[in-house]
Structures are given as structure tokens and as C-alpha cells.
């Protein structure tokens, strides 16, 4: 069968990546097509085009970017007519992703959805939308089947693939040595983000703390899609080091961390890294995005968990000074201890399966039975 996926985003295209090893191993005859990125490709889909071309966080910079947006739109939907795929496998990335869930629908194509987009946040009537244009939406968290349950509209939960990609991990033995060369310090890893707006306002930020800290050894954790001079201003301290496609192995290692609202703060719960969750927008974006928030919290643990197991550092909250004491306090303080409790809970709430086989074998099975 002909696939045809799109993600937007890194951790999207991590997941689809994994998705298309699954579906490989079900369907020996499956030709993978799409958007995306080198995750995707290296799994073996054509890479039709490049999310970052797309990729762009925040309102008003959505705004400022519409003219780019309209024309991928029209690039995506002659891709799809011209590879007339099976079915289409959208991840998140919703502002575009349900554009194509219906031009798909109106050419007939089923259409299913890995990983919902984030609508419990806001803009909870897409739920029916999603609705009207998903034929299968397969959920990563729990808590999301109770959301879509709301609007009676029946979803999977298949489990929370970043356990997938740390099943595959395999740590470097010989990288605390070389990140930590007296042996003795503590490793504070630094998650500035994957995107380039997110990277070049939080990354400065965190740097901040630093000098508080002289006795810690500093890890920033780069991504290979972005450029070398965004991290530039590392090369400023002698107790900061830069790694680059390491992230597993440092928080492997880490003591605590300093994580930009995202997937990378589940990924830091899941391997047990106390950690504090810092955000910080553009003013427009952010004041519109408060008036359109519905949740408590913005951070992963804390919205699996129901309460908050991890600071949040939002907005003006998140200053050099919120920082240095939020360290303190996870690095040796009284609530360590109490945080990873909380993430031995969340853990227990996602449970243990194989999210991406899971959905593998229900996308194929159900286009199977359409045959």
C-alpha cells in the first residue's frame, strides 16, 4: 500500500519515523511518501519536503508567515493528487495537518491521525472537525480518549511512543567521561528546544544561571537541523559544554535540567531527570495564547499527572532568578525526591505498550478490511 505521511515538527517526525519502521515490518509491500523530515526519510519514506519550511511556533508568527503557509498548502495537496495514496497518516501539527485531512476526505482517501494535535488546550470545538474529517485518530495520551469521548467520537489509545525511542537507546559509555572530566560536578543539562525561534530566545535565557553554579558542569543539548551560530554564545562560559544528537545520553546522565515547554520535558520525566519547565513567547503570541488556554498546566507530566509535578517557568516567571532557586531545589533540595516519585506515576498512567507496532497494526488492519 501507498502511505502518505506529514509531520511539522521534529518530535513529530521522530514519531512518523518510528511509524513507518512498524508499518514496513507489517506490510512488505509499503511505499512510504510525504512531508517531513530526515527521521522519515532515514526510515525509508520519500521526502517530498522538508518541515521547516513550515514550521513556524507561536500566533503572530503564523501570521507574519501566512503567504509561506498558503503556498505549502497548494504544494501538499498536488503531492498528494499526483502520489494517490492509500491512506493518509497525519501527525499533530493541526493548523495544517486537518487542511489536508480534508482535502484527503474529498478525494476519497481514509484519513488517519497518529497523535491528536493539542485541541483539550484550546480551540476545543476542532474536536468537531476532527470528528467530520478523521476517519482513525490514534491517541498518545490517556487522557485524550476521555477528551474525544466528550464529543462522541471514539479514538485508540496506543500507548506514548517516546517509549518506543527509549527502548532503542543505547548509551554511549564513554560520554559522562567526556562531559564531565573532574568527575565529581553535577550535570546540569540545558533542553533550549528544536525549533530556531525557540532556541534563539530560550537558550540566552537559560545561560543565565551559570554563574550561580560554578562547581556544575552545563550540557546544552543542540538538534542537527539547526545552525551551529544559534548556540554561539555557549563558547562564552568555560562550564558549559555543547552536545549535538546526544540528548538521550545526557539526560541518561543529567542531575537536573532546565526544558523548554514540549515533548523533551516527557522525554526528562521518563528518564527520571528532575527538571523545571520553562516557556517564553513573543508578547502577542503569548497574550493571545493566555486568552485561549483552557488547561492548568502546559507542561506533559503535569497534564498526565493531573497536578503539578513539575515547576512551571512561564512568561515572566521564567527569569534568572525563578531559574537559580527552582535549581536548587531539584539538585539537592527537599523537592528531588518528591518529583521523581511523580514521575514513577506518570509512567504507571501511560502504561507500557508499543505505541507505534499499536498503531501500525490498527492502520493496516483497517485498510485491509476496506479491500
Known sequence: MKYFLIAGERSGDMHAG???????????KAEFFG???????DA????????????????WEVIQNFRTIKKAIKQCKSDISSVQPDAIILVDFAGFNLRMAAFAQSLGIPVHYYISPKIWAWNT???????????????????????????????DYVGNPL?????NFQPDISFLNRINEKGSQKIIALLPGSRYQEVSTMLNEMLEVIPEF???????AAVDNLPEELYAKVDEFDNVKLINGQTYDLLNVADAALVTSGTATLETALFNVPHLICYKAGTVSYLIAKQLIKVDYIGLPNLIAGKEVVPELIQDKMNSKEMMEGLKEIISGGRREEMIDGFREIKEILG???????AGKLIFSRLNSKN
Open 125 to 155: 470545538k476542532r474536536a468537531y472537525k476532527i470528528k467530520r474529517l478523521v476517519d482513525h485518530m490514534y491517541c498518545i495520551l490517556p487522557f485524550e480518549v476521555e477528551f474525544y469521548e466528550q464529543f462522541d467520537y471514539s479514538t
Open 18 to 28: 518510528n511509524l513507518i519502521k512498524a508499518l514496513a515490518s507489517i506490510d512488505n
Open 35 to 41: 512531508w517531513g523530515g530526515d527521521y522519515m526519510k
Open 44 to 59: 525509508g519514506m520519500e521526502l517530498l519536503q522538508h518541515y521547516q519550511s513550515i514550521s513556524f511556533m507561536g500566533f
Open 214 to 220: 560554578p562547581e556544575a558542569t552545563f550540557v546544552v
Open 163 to 167: 517509549f518506543d525511542q527509549i527502548r
Open 352 to 358: 507500557n505498550k508499543k505505541a507505534s507496532l499499536e
